[in-house]
């Protein structure tokens, strides 16, 4: 393995390679797969992108290259005709396929940008992962839909799709995604498919891996509880309780645990 998941967990978000901490991730589910044929395809792209964003390039530059790279040449996009399934938020199958959800993408397109020095992140959007190349000025992606520009107009069309047509835009959506925080999204749609799927195991497997690249994250903390107790697995929910009681400080939230603790006392 080219990365222990804890290890994830133990550094600082900056830290974070997002395209080998996403390969990490996949891994556990590819036992004994020789690795560096991905890891030679990130670099081929790196070397591309260099070639083709040239010396200084400006943000609108930077993301035409990404488009033309990525999308054009190596051919990925997003699996628009089979979006559910399970292997699109598996970063060894997206690039085996060169399809995939919007997260696991934007985690390809940023963590390309970032080999060059280049300021690129997760965007937040409500229901649908974009990417923001540079600070000020920047430039958003849709690395999703072959890494096309997007502009104000359709940022406000995308979040009136999801929320309703009287949402309003908020510059919230435009602000950086935290690097754990984009592993977690891509862990969450592989949680939410195992068990729309019927296989909490599976799930329960994924909650697992957030508390371990997260572990100051409650939320995954509490919905590995909730499986596990699902599963009758009592011991390992007061543990993950108790460690959520760890690392939370919302009030609420320590009465709810403390409640569950107790119940689960009695029972």
Sequence with gaps: MLLEIDQIGLLDDEEIELDIAALALSELDHAGLDLEPYLDLLDEIEGRLA????SDPSVEQQAKALSQVIHSEFGFIGDADSYDAPLNADFIRVLDRRRGLPVSLSILYCAAARRLGWS???????????????????VVI????????????QLVALVRQFLGPGARFSTEYLAPVPN?????????????RAEQGGDPVRALAMYDRMTRIAPGNPDGWWELARLQLGLQDVDAARH??????EVTRDSERRKLITTTLDAIAES
Excluded: K, W
């Excluded at 690129?120 to 920047?138: C, K, Q, S, T, W």
């Excluded at 849709?142 to 107009?153: A, L, Q, T």
């Excluded at 993950?240 to 009681?245: G, H, K, N, V």
């Design 240 to 245: 993950s309780l108790s460690a959520m009681l």
């Design 180 to 192: 754990r925080s984009t592993l977690l999204r891509l862990l969450m749609n592989q949680a939410s």
């Design 142 to 153: 849709d690395p999703f839909n072959g890494g096309i520009s997007v502009d104000e107009r």
């Design 51 to 54: 070639e083709a964003g040239g």
């Design 120 to 138: 690129a992140y997760a965007l937040n959007m409500p229901g649908h992962v974009l990417a923001r190349i540079g600070d000020e000025p920047f």
